[in-house]
C-alpha cells in the first residue's frame, strides 16, 4: 500500500535492541486487542442476529480499543522505518546526504511525539478530573491517555535512536 | 501576513520537505503545527495537543481500516489465488492473451476480498507468473498485466483508500462501497479489452493456452466458492444494511482467517506474521490521520479552502476544466507519492473547491462521483514511471524481465484507465446508478 523505506535494517546495538524489544511487546499487545476486537464484533453481529442478543456496547469497545491498539502500534512502525516518504528526489544524492536528511526528520518527529506525550499528560489529567466517560457503558476514558503516553514516548526515544544512527551513518 | 498566505506558504513548506524525504505524516503535522501557531497562537495549539490525537483515534469508522487490513493479509495467505486464476482461466485460457486476461480475472476476484492494490498484485503473480511464462508470453504483457491489475484490488470494495475518502470528505462510506462496484467492474473488463487489442497487434505477446470443457469450468468455478461466499457476505451484508462496514469487516477478517487455517496451511507463527503486517499497515496509515489532523486543523483556521473555493466559483472557470486540472495534479503528485497520503493531503482543499462547483448534481452525488474519479486517478501513479510501485514489486518477481518492459507493458492499461475516466466524468450515471438503486 506504502511505500517502505528503503534500507531496513534491525538495530543491532544494546539500546537499539532494547527498544526493539519494547515496541515489539507493545505492537504484539496492539495486535492481539486488534484481533481479540474483531473475534467480539463477530460474536456481537452473530448474537444480535441469532439470539437477539448483541454485546452491550460493542461499537464503544471497538472505537476505543482501536485508539489503544494504534497508539500500541507507532514506535515499531517507526523502528521498521514504516513511514511513507518520497524517495524520488534525494535518490541521485549520496547515501551520506540522505542519512543527513532521515536524521533531521527523526529529530523533527522526537519533539513532537515528545511533545504530544507531554500535552497527553495533560490530557489525561483533564479527562480524570472532569470524569470523562463513554455514553454507554460508562467506561472511563483516562486510562487510554497513560497508554498513548507511554507509547508516544517510546515513539520519541525511537526516533531519538533512528536519528543518532542516522547522524553516525552521515558522518561515516 | 493573511492567514490566506499563511496557508499558501504552508503548503508550499510542507512540499519542500516532502522533496527531502521527511515522512508525509511528520511534514504535515510540523506544518500543521507551525501553522496552527502562527495564526492562533501557542496556548491553543497546547490545549488543542491535550486530546486531539486521542479524538483523530478514536473514531468508529475508522476501526475499519484496521479490519480490513486483516482481512487483506489473511486472504493473501488463504491460498485463494491460484483457485481464482485457474477458474478464469478455463474460461479464457483459450483465447489469443487468454492468460494474460485470466491474471486480470484472478485480480478482480481477489480484489473482492482484498482492499490493498500490492497485497493484489503481488498475490496474484505469484501464481500466474509461472504460468504466463510456460505459455511464452512476452515479459511486458505478463509484468503488465499483473501490475495494473493489481489496481483493481483497490477499486473493487472493499477499499481501504476508498475509507479515508470518505472520511475526509464526510461521506457515508456504505454508499461510497456501492458507487465503486459498476466502475471497478468496468476497470475489469476494460482491462480484459486492452489484452485483446494488445495481441490483435502483436500476437506472438499473447499466444492461446488451452480450451476447457464446461464440466472442468464449472469444477474450477465451484473451486472459488470461499472468495465469493466472503465476498457476498462482507460486501452484501453492508450493502444491504444487515451490519455496519467495521462489523463487516470483522466478518471478512474472521472468514478469511479460518479459510487461511483451514486450506492456506496458517500456523501460529503466519497469524502472527498477518497481524504484525497488519499492525504496521494500520501505524502507517494513523500515523498520516494524525499529521492530516493537525494540518487541517490549521487549514481550517486559516479559512484558506473556503476563500479558494469562492475564489475559483467567481472566476467564471468551467468546472469541467477545474475538475480536470485537478486530475491533471493528481497525476503529477501520483508520480512521487502514495495513493493514500495524496487524498489525505488534498482533499481538504480539493473537496470545498468541487462542492463550490456547479456539476448539476446534489453535493451527495458529486461525493460519490468526484471519489470514484479520484480513486483511479490515485491508482494511476501506482503503475506510472518513475516510483510506479506496482510495477517495481511485479517486475522484480519476474527477473528475467527488463523495469522498461513493464512499464511498456502498462500502457495498454493506462489508455484503457484513460477511457474509463473519460466515461465515468461524462457519465456520472455509471457511478450513482448503483447507490440511487439500493437507498
Given at each position: 500500500m506504502a511505500e517502505i523505506q528503503s534500507g531496513t535494517t534491525r538495530p543491532a546495538d544494546a539500546v537499539g535492541r532494547i527498544l526493539l524489544l519494547l515496541a515489539y511487546l507493545l505492537v504484539l499487545c496492539g495486535g492481539f486487542l486488534m484481533a481479540a476486537l474483531t473475534v467480539m464484533t463477530v460474536v456481537s453481529v452473530l448474537g444480535r442476529y441469532l439470539f437477539s442478543a448483541p454485546i452491550f456496547g460493542d461499537f464503544e469497545l471497538v472505537t476505543m480499543g482501536t485508539a489503544v491498539s494504534v497508539f500500541l502500534f507507532l514506535p515499531y512502525c517507526h523502528l521498521m522505518r514504516g513511514n511513507v516518504v518520497i524517495?524520488?528526489?534525494?535518490?541521485?544524492?549520496p547515501r551520506r546526504v540522505q542519512s543527513l536528511f532521515d536524521a533531521l526528520s527523526g529529530i523533527l518527529l522526537a519533539v513532537i511525539a515528545g511533545g504530544l506525550a507531554w500535552r497527553m499528560v495533560h490530557g489525561g489529567i483533564d479527562m480524570f478530573r472532569y470524569n470523562e466517560q463513554s455514553y454507554i457503558l460508562a467506561l472511563p476514558v483516562w486510562p487510554i491517555f497513560p497508554v498513548a503516553v507511554f507509547a508516544l514516548a517510546l515513539l520519541a526515544v525511537a526516533c531519538l535512536y533512528t536519528a543518532l544512527r542516522d547522524f553516525a551513518a552521515a558522518g561515516r | 501576513m493573511s492567514s490566506f498566505a499563511i496557508a499558501i506558504a504552508g503548503i508550499a513548506l510542507l512540499l519542500a520537505l516532502l522533496v527531502v524525504r521527511v515522512p508525509v505524516a511528520v511534514a504535515m503535522m510540523a506544518v500543521g503545527i507551525g501553522g496552527y501557531v502562527s495564526i492562533s497562537g501557542l496556548l491553543p495549539l497546547l490545549n488543542y495537543a491535550k486530546t486531539s490525537a486521542y479524538w483523530a483515534f478514536s473514531n468508529y469508522d475508522l476501526s475499519v481500516v484496521p479490519m480490513f487490513l486483516l482481512m487483506s493479509q489473511f486472504a493473501s495467505k488463504a491460498g485463494l489465488s491460484r483457485a481464482l486464476f485457474e477458474s478464469a482461466n478455463t474460461f479464457l485460457g483459450h483465447r489469443r492473451g487468454g492468460v494474460a486476461m485470466a491474471a486480470i480475472g484472478g485480480c478482480a476476484g481477489f480484489g473482492a476480498i482484498c482492499g490493498s492494490s500490492l497485497a493484489t498484485a503481488a498475490t496474484m503473480a505469484k501464481v500466474a507468473l509461472p504460468e504466463l511464462e510456460r505459455y511464452r508470453y512476452s515479459g511486458a504483457l505478463a509484468t503488465g498485466a499483473l501490475a495494473a491489475g493489481g489496481t483493481l484490488g483497490i477499486l473493487i470494495p472493499p477499499s481501504v483508500v476508498l475509507v479515508i475518502y470518505a472520511i475526509a470528505v464526510e461521506a457515508n462510506i456504505v454508499t461510497m462501497f456501492q458507487a465503486a462496484l459498476i466502475p471497478g467492474i468496468l476497470a475489469a473488463l476494460g482491462y480484459l479489452l486492452a489484452i485483446a487489442v494488445y495481441v490483435r497487434v502483436r500476437p506472438e505477446a499473447g499466444p492461446v493456452g488451452v480450451r476447457s470443457g464446461a464440466a472442468a469450468r464449472w469444477r474450477a468455478f465451484l473451486e472459488t466458492w470461499p472468495v465469493m461466499l466472503i465476498f457476498v457476505v462482507v460486501i452484501g451484508g453492508i450493502y444491504a444494511g444487515v451490519f455496519t462496514p467495521t462489523e463487516g469487516a470483522a466478518f471478512g477478517a474472521f472468514g478469511t482467517a479460518i479459510i487461511a487455517f483451514w486450506r492456506g496451511g496458517l500456523r501460529l507463527d503466519g497469524f502472527i506474521e498477518c497481524v504484525m503486517g497488519a499492525a504496521i499497515s494500520t501505524g502507517m496509515i494513523f500515523m498520516i490521520l494524525l499529521g492530516a489532523d493537525f494540518f487541517n486543523a490549521f487549514l481550517g483556521l486559516s479559512r484558506m479552502p473556503n476563500e479558494l473555493a469562492a475564489l475559483i466559483g467567481e472566476s467564471g472557470l468551467a468546472p469541467i476544466a477545474v475538475l480536470l486540472l485537478m486530475i491533471a495534479i493528481y497525476l503529477l503528485l501520483g508520480c512521487v507519492m502514495d495513493s493514500l497520503a495524496m487524498i489525505l493531503l488534498t482533499v481538504p482543499v480539493f473537496w470545498p473547491v468541487v462542492a463550490g462547483l456547479?456539476?448539476?448534481?446534489?453535493e451527495a452525488d458529486v461525493k460519490m462521483w468526484y471519489g470514484i474519479i479520484v480513486l483511479i486517478v490515485v491508482e494511476v501513479g501506482l503503475i506510472t514511471p518513475p516510483v510506479g510501485l506496482n510495477v517495481f514489486v511485479i517486475n522484480s518477481m519476474a527477473p528475467n524481465v527488463r523495469l522498461k518492459e513493464t512499464f511498456a507493458g502498462v500502457l495498454p492499461f493506462l489508455a484503457s484507465d484513460a477511457v474509463r475516466v473519460a466515461l465515468l466524468i461524462l457519465f456520472p450515471a455509471i457511478t450513482l446508478w448503483l447507490p440511487q438503486l439500493l437507498n
Open positions: 524517495d524520488l528526489f534525494l535518490s541521485w544524492a | 456547479d456539476f448539476g448534481m446534489p
